[in-house]
């Protein structure tokens, strides 16, 4: 594969000036001084953009922190804040350029519109984020091996916050492992986390219940040397429906993929122990998913990102859905409707975004052949996504609806989103009450046998 070396331009479509240029083009060492004048603490652009319709990063949305034991409260700072215009089939060629392949086919073929609002970049993470970023400047490396096996150095924050987009295949793999890293807090419990399919126009729960996550990454008393290589341990127990009832996952993900792979624990109804599941991974379909998606799509992209090198293609406006915390005021089943997610209820804002293009690195197979991420360069995680089959049409469309949850502070994921462009099926997870369970959340510490497989073993029952 040739290493083309792209820099990136001033124009238009990009939104950015030439005087903005140096905010994120990476020297050969990159300076962390930057993260206190033209980038934020994140690695973001703080000037706003020409025309002014994305604003200037001033801090980000911030309250003071809850007690462990009451539950995260998501406020609606712009719940009465009036759209800006709509976009459909008959106005789209408009505004294409702002809007990602993926959400063009959802609108000329499936009947989608998206709500556009004023932006607000209110993106923020505590101080200790901020200080373990600045220091993963210069402390951080990719994989020697290859950048798409991960990384060594960087601990609590994003590891590259000031991309380098003199080499494609160097930024591409520094930006994946943004998105796979970004804060979501240290520790959260959910009690109830639904998997919705919607295929044939019919609308099923496919599997739903308490979500138990932890950061070790992000732990606020550790340090790189204490750190063993797990970013994140998530432990699921399925409440509903009835023929998934009881049944658990453990997974670990690993930051150097090729030291140490994800691993991922099972225990399924009726059986008596717990198994490490090798093929809970890559482009495994997921269970009761009807096909619709594999276990590398869940939130744009997740999990290991070895099979494909990662290459930096532009940074650029795109219109993502963002401050959707008037979700929450939602059940399941008011948004996710029979042809696609309720776009009356889905607030969508212009903000800046790395765009990151993934091809299958060679002797590697998924029968996705290609993807293509686009990442909120205010907080790293990815908002919108497209895949590509083996033939090289585009299949697969990935949108994440994120809230802002300012006692933490954070912005993440209401839900996450993966549409069949083949079909008109698709799969909507994430944290929406479904009733008579609520999607109740708590920010706080957790028992480390939480996530350890031989307790889940030994607390398990039959």
Not at 114 to 135: E, G, M, S
Not at 209 to 234: A, M
Not at 308 to 326: G, H, I
Not at 391 to 417: A, E, H, Q, W
């Amino acid at each position: 594969m040739n290493r083309r070396k792209f820099s990136l331009l001033a124009s238009s479509s990009l939104g950015l000036s030439a005087a903005l240029r140096p905010a994120f083009a990476q020297s050969a060492t990159p300076d962390p001084t930057l993260l206190t004048t033209t980038l934020t603490p994140y690695g973001a652009e703080r000037a706003g953009n020409a025309d002014g319709s994305i604003p200037a990063w001033t801090g980000g949305l911030t309250a003071p922190p809850l007690p462990p034991d009451q539950p995260i409260d998501v406020q609606l700072p712009f719940a009465n804040e009036p759209k800006l215009y709509t976009v459909d089939a008959s106005n789209l060629s408009q505004y294409q350029d702002l809007i990602s392949p993926g959400i063009q086919s959802m609108i000329t073929n499936f009947g989608f519109h998206l709500n556009v609002f004023p932006t607000h970049r209110t993106a923020a993470a505590p101080q200790y984020v901020y200080d373990n970023i600045a220091k993963n400047v210069t402390r951080a490396i990719l994989n020697p091996a290859g950048g798409r096996l991960g990384f060594t150095g960087g601990y609590g924050g994003i590891p590259f916050p000031i991309i380098d987009t003199s080499d494609t295949l160097v930024g591409g793999a520094q930006l994946i492992w943004n998105h796979l890293t970004h804060f979501e807090g240290y520790s959260s419990h959910t009690l109830m986390s639904p998997a919705m399919v919607v295929s044939s126009g019919q609308v099923i729960m496919s599997a739903g219940g308490q979500s138990k996550f932890v950061y070790p990454y992000y732990d606020p008393d550790g340090s790189p040397e204490t750190y063993e290589g797990y970013y994140s341990k998530l432990h699921s127990l399925d409440l509903a429906p009835a023929n998934v009832e009881g049944q658990e996952t453990l997974t670990w993900h690993s930051t150097n993929v090729g030291l140490h792979p994800d691993i991922t624990w099972t225990l399924l109804n009726g059986e008596a122990r717990v198994r490490k599941a090798p093929n809970e991974a890559y482009d495994t379909p997921v269970p009761g998913y009807n096909g619709i998606s594999n276990i590398d799509e869940s939130q744009c992209f997740y999990g290991n990102p070895s099979q494909y090198d990662w290459n930096f293609v532009k940074k650029q406006e795109m219109l993502v859905a963002y401050n959707n915390n008037a979700m929450h005021l939602l059940t399941a089943q008011q948004y996710v409707l029979p042809k696609f997610p309720n776009p009356d209820v889905t607030r969508w804002e212009k903000h800046r975004v790395w765009i990151v293009e993934a091809t299958l690195h060679p002797g590697m197979h998924n029968v996705l052949s290609r993807r293509r991420l686009y990442m909120d360069e205010d907080t790293g995680q990815a908002l919108l996504g497209e895949a590509y089959d083996a033939d090289g049409k585009l299949t697969r469309c990935y949108f994440v609806p994120t809230r802002s949850v300012p006692s933490i502070p954070m912005v993440n994921p209401v839900c996450i989103v993966v549409y069949s462009l083949v079909s008109g099926d698709y799969v909507c997870q994430g944290q929406l009450a479904y009733p008579p369970y609520q999607a109740t959340e708590y920010n706080g510490p957790q028992a480390p046998s939480n996530f350890d497989a031989q307790s889940m073993a030994s607390n398990a029952s039959f």
